[in-house]
């Protein structure tokens, strides 16, 4: 024999050597054409999910018929966990030939259809596995065929939908205005120790993607400028390491529309307005469109913004241990300034929702807070503390409120206005202003969101549920000087707002 025909064999031998390794004595042959391979779980091929649960079976099979192939006699199924182990059994599903030892065999008449089950080992731990395939022809391997698949257990892992939530007030929360930032929900039902994994899509083009705790289960998408029907998809994961499976899948169509609808509460156009936050999926300040970072609100709790969706619009979530501040405000000294907030608001749980402390210290200082049904502004300095009281309308909705402020040279006073022709306060909705003696201040802060004092029963909370937020800002304006025309127009839009039924109400 030539020398060149015996490093051809001997090269062939090296390559069945290999390939033979793992499994004993199998050894691959060509095949004419490769054998596609899947299995049914619940009658869904795992092609297109790539799920087991607990109780659930899954049944081998030839995506195309091997009936006619006289090479086909056997197809060999067995589980190897993440690291490449074998778990459980090997199943043979053979027409007439036997098993070897450590293998199942199962008879079959033909090799169509679904195959019987292949049976899950017992107490299979959660976890990300692999179904091996060997097409055999005897004992010899003419095909290996790897399906990824995560085994849940009883762990729940649901994707319910994708939902929108418009900013603003919406009156059809159907049309979506050309230009609006949507904020758009996948919402999945998962158990405490999954973190899924979400892959935003527009068309083909992948978006955005990221784990839940991250935030990636909210998507901010700006509608385009012109008309007509859009969609997104998400495909979600149990785990980040996603390659190889195939995720639940959803669709969305929006319809945006180019009809102006008045979403606001205020006007930029109020030459008084001085900061105006529509908290549109940013911080920054809606005067400036979104070009000012010295004007935007800073996030001091160390962590990202919080947004969250309630009663078919979105906002900023704030509270104990998720704090944003507006810019530091200067008062003219040696007379009388007065300020007016306006903001849209919807409280989760009892605690201060605005904050303001006046000076350089925090002996006089400005407190909004929710008790029960209760809406309680607070005024403080070294020697008094003065509060004002009114009922809040009904919490499981947004509502408007304000706060005008004044300060004079050794006075400060606020009252605070709930707006809307709904709310009763001894038959008036507007106040009469409360006031503390207090050493003229030469600056004012307002926080979003108050940290809690030391010792002040709030810090279990905290331990226990990792984040406490008091209240979602939809909308907040602050007006310097504002003149009662002012205060009156916006009370009047308000009011007209809430009789046309234009309320936060509406559901997906």
């Known amino acids: 024999m030539h020398v060149r025909g015996i490093v051809k064999i001997s090269i062939f031998l090296v390559i069945l050597a290999f390939f033979s390794g793992c499994d004993g004595m199998d050894t691959f042959l060509p095949s004419a054409s490769p054998y596609k391979l899947n299995a049914h779980v619940n009658g869904v091929p795992m092609s297109e999910r790539s799920f087991v649960v607990a109780n659930e079976e899954i049944y081998p099979y030839f995506e195309e018929s091997v009936s006619g192939d006289p090479d086909v006699t056997a197809l060999m199924v067995f589980l190897r966990n993440s690291r490449g182990e074998q778990v459980g059994e090997r199943v043979l599903y053979s027409l007439d030939g036997e098993a070897a030892e450590n293998e199942k065999l199962v008879y079959v008449r033909a090799l169509s259809g679904n195959l019987p089950s292949f049976p899950l080992p017992a107490n299979l731990p959660v976890g990300r596995y692999t179904l091996v395939y060997q097409v055999m022809s005897a004992r010899d391997v003419l095909q290996r065929t790897e399906k990824a698949f995560f085994y849940l257990g009883n762990t729940v892992f649901s994707f319910e939908g994708i939902y929108t939530h418009l900013p603003g007030i919406i009156d059809n929360p159907q049309l979506i205005p050309t230009g609006t930032v949507v904020m758009v929900e996948a919402k999945v039902d998962f158990g405490s120790h999954l973190d899924p994994y979400i892959v935003w899509y527009n068309g083909r083009r992948k978006i955005s993607e990221g784990k839940f705790s991250d935030g990636a289960g909210y998507l901010f998408w700006k509608a385009p400028e012109q008309s007509g029907f859009f969609s997104l998809q998400a495909e979600i994961y149990p785990v980040e390491n996603y390659d190889g499976l195939s995720g639940y899948q959803k669709e969305i169509t929006m319809l945006v529309s180019s009809k102006t609808m008045d979403t606001n509460l205020v006007s930029e156009n109020i030459s008084q307005l001085m900061y105006w936050y529509l908290f549109e999926g940013n911080l920054y300040d809606s005067k400036m469109n979104n070009s000012s970072a010295e004007r935007a609100l800073k996030s001091i709790s160390g962590g990202r913004p919080q947004w969250m969706p309630a009663n078919g619009t979105y906002g900023l979530a704030t509270g104990y241990d998720?704090?944003?501040?507006?810019?530091?405000?200067?008062?003219?000294?040696?007379?009388?300034?007065?300020?007016?907030?306006?903001?849209?608001?919807?409280?989760?749980?009892?605690?201060?929702?605005?904050?303001a402390p006046f000076g350089s210290s925090s002996d006089v200082f400005m407190d909004l807070s929710v008790e029960g049904q209760f809406l309680i502004l607070t005024l403080s300095s070294p020697s008094t503390v003065v509060?004002?009281?009114?009922?809040?309308?009904?919490?499981?909705?947004?509502?408007?409120?304000?706060?005008?402020?004044?300060?004079?040279?050794?006075?400060?006073?606020?009252?605070?206005?709930?707006?809307?022709?709904?709310?009763?306060?001894?038959?008036?909705?507007?106040?009469?202003?409360?006031?503390?003696?207090?050493?003229?201040?030469?600056?004012?802060?307002?926080?979003?969101?108050?940290?809690?004092?030391?010792?002040?029963?709030?810090?279990?909370?905290?331990?226990?549920?990792?984040?406490?937020?008091?209240?979602?800002?939809?909308?907040?304006?602050?007006?310097?000087?504002?003149?009662?025309d002012i205060i009156a127009a916006d009370v009047y839009k308000t009011v007209s707002y809430l009789h046309h039924g234009l309320s936060y109400n509406s559901n997906n």
């Open 322 to 355: 998720n704090i944003v501040a507006l810019p530091n405000v200067m008062i003219p000294g040696g007379e009388t300034n007065t300020w007016q907030t306006l903001f849209c608001i919807k409280p989760l749980n009892d605690g201060i929702i605005f904050y």
């Open 387 to 484: 509060s004002q009281t009114l009922r809040l309308p009904d919490q499981n909705s947004f509502f408007i409120a304000g706060v005008t402020f004044s300060v004079r040279p050794g006075l400060l006073s606020a009252n605070i206005n709930i707006l809307g022709d709904s709310v009763e306060q001894g038959g008036n909705s507007a106040a009469l202003p409360i006031q503390v003696e207090a050493d003229t201040m030469d600056s004012f802060h307002i926080f979003l969101g108050h940290k809690p004092e030391a010792n002040s029963g709030v810090g279990d909370l905290l331990t226990r549920n990792r984040q406490v937020f008091t209240a979602i800002w939809n909308e907040f304006a602050i007006y310097n000087s504002p003149p009662m």
